[in-house]
């Protein structure tokens, strides 16, 4: 069992930067695939970021803006977020997964990941 612990949300104003973290349980943590995802209100859930089996992924729509890492001695995954714009607005949640992913078309699958965190919530201001 993982538990995960988001933190960092909050408001930004467009360009600014925010620093997401994501807490984790577990003595197994290093052996996971980390991912983030987002949902704006009416919308599906959205691939952001993962790490998995020394490889990142993310979509293009934050590629080059957001970078994932992760420290497994304080089993803990950041995300890294840059030059926000209005339309990353949304719940930001961590998740993790047993799979190791070969691409970002596995990686952004919501249901091959096995816990979730509660979400934090980033707002980018015009």
């Known amino acids: 069992q993982v538990q995960l612990v988001e933190s960092g949300g909050g408001l930004m104003q467009a360009g600014g930067s925010l620093r997401l973290s994501c807490a984790a349980s577990g003595r197994t943590f290093s052996t996971y695939t980390m991912g983030w995802f987002r949902q704006a209100p009416g919308k599906e859930r959205e691939f952001v970021a993962a790490r998995s089996g020394g490889s990142t992924y993310y979509p293009d729509s934050v590629k080059g803006r957001f970078t994932i890492s992760r420290d497994n001695a304080k089993n803990t995954v950041y995300l890294q977020m840059n030059s926000l714009k209005p339309e990353d607005t949304a719940v930001y949640y961590c998740?993790?997964?047993?799979?190791?992913?070969?691409?970002?078309?596995?990686?952004?699958?919501?249901?091959?990941?096995?816990?979730w965190g509660q979400g934090t919530q980033v707002t980018v201001s015009s």
């Open positions: 998740a993790a997964s047993r799979r190791v992913f070969s691409g970002v078309e596995f990686a952004a699958t919501p249901r091959d990941y096995d816990y």
